[in-house]
């Protein structure tokens, strides 16, 4: 009698790639999650898919980072190496998503180039991301995912895209994404914490709604495939709202701060983690979303598998 259903396949795994690690590395903050090597990211993947998820959402860490993000689409950055690995390993047995970001590239850690007074200059970022999406599309990715909430992101890439042939590409944008302290983890998974100031200029006050509706329907228009609700749980109502108002598929992303408070609530044995993890991802389907994107999914993915 369950109206909501939760199967594999409605899970997307995030997973980080570093460049010039000895060994897989503990995240501290988020316990079971890690930055891998070229190997272990193989072997992760691998398993991921083995339980069935939907799909593989890519974040690379270079060694060098830049006022330009260079290594994002070098030939030799970490991200790119890493997406023909997946693909030449996985094929098509997976949707393998590159997540398009200059943030984990940058020296400043900001998710755009940088004026000289220091502001993020909106218009010479997507020239950034055009060149960013072309060579992730080239090193094997099915779906590009840029998350770096410039105006005109979803444009750019689009016609990047359409420019070298790749009109099949999907672009999967991260539409509502809300200036959040959830994504606190993230940033030491990913190393991208901004050096100075916040990303509030150009990700979403979560005081407001409405907006989310005005990018959900400036991205169709720029020709987004799919969208992402970022944060999840705190932001259910901006996932039914999405959800209702498009006929796209729509993610709900579980970020690194929900899983964390689960984590390290369930370790003072304060809930019990796993009914908290079926309880929250359930939710966000119930919520409206086809897609969950969560570190659990592979975990979950078993679970649900022997279930
Ligand atoms: C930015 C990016 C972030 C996350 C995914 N892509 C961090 C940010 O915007 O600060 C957060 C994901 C998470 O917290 O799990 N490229």
Request: charged share 20%; with cysteine.
């Amino acid at each position: 009698m369950a109206q909501t259903t939760l199967g594999p396949a409605d899970l997307v795994a995030p997973l980080f790639v570093k460049e010039g690690l000895e060994e897989m590395t503990a995240v501290s903050s988020m316990p079971g999650v890690y930055q891998h090597t070229i190997e272990s990211l193989r072997k992760a993947a691998n398993k991921a898919v083995g339980a069935g998820v939907g799909g593989l959402l890519l974040f690379g860490i270079p060694s060098v980072k830049d006022g330009s993000g260079s290594q994002a689409d070098a030939d030799e950055g970490i991200v790119n190496v890493a997406l023909r690995a997946l693909r030449s390993d996985l094929g098509d047995s997976t949707v393998l998503i590159a997540d398009l970001c200059l943030c984990e590239y940058t020296d400043h850690g900001h998710c755009g180039l940088l004026r000289p007074d220091g502001v993020v200059d909106n218009d010479a970022s997507l020239t950034r991301y055009a060149a960013v999406a072309a060579a992730q599309a080239e090193a094997g990715a099915h779906v590009i995912a840029p998350s770096g909430m410039m105006d005109g992101q979803v444009a750019a890439i689009r016609s990047a895209l359409d420019a070298v042939g790749r009109v099949d590409l999907p672009v999967l944008a991260y539409t509502a994404k809300y200036a959040s302290a959830f994504y606190g983890p993230f940033r030491d998974a990913a190393e991208g914490a901004p050096q100075f100031g916040d990303r509030a200029g150009y990700q979403m006050d979560p005081a407001n709604s409405d907006e989310a509706l005005r990018e959900v329907a400036q991205d169709l228009a720029e020709g987004a495939d799919a969208i992402i609700v970022k944060p999840a749980l705190p932001y259910l109502d901006i996932v039914s709202r999405v959800a209702g108002a498009v006929d796209v598929p729509v993610a709900g992303y579980q970020v690194s701060g929900e899983y964390a408070m689960i984590e390290a609530a369930a370790e003072r044995g304060w809930v019990d983690r796993d009914r908290a993890i079926l309880e929250t991802v359930t939710a966000i389907r119930r919520a409206g979303a086809d897609i969950v994107i969560t570190y659990w999914a592979a975990e979950l993915a078993r679970r649900l598998l022997s279930s």
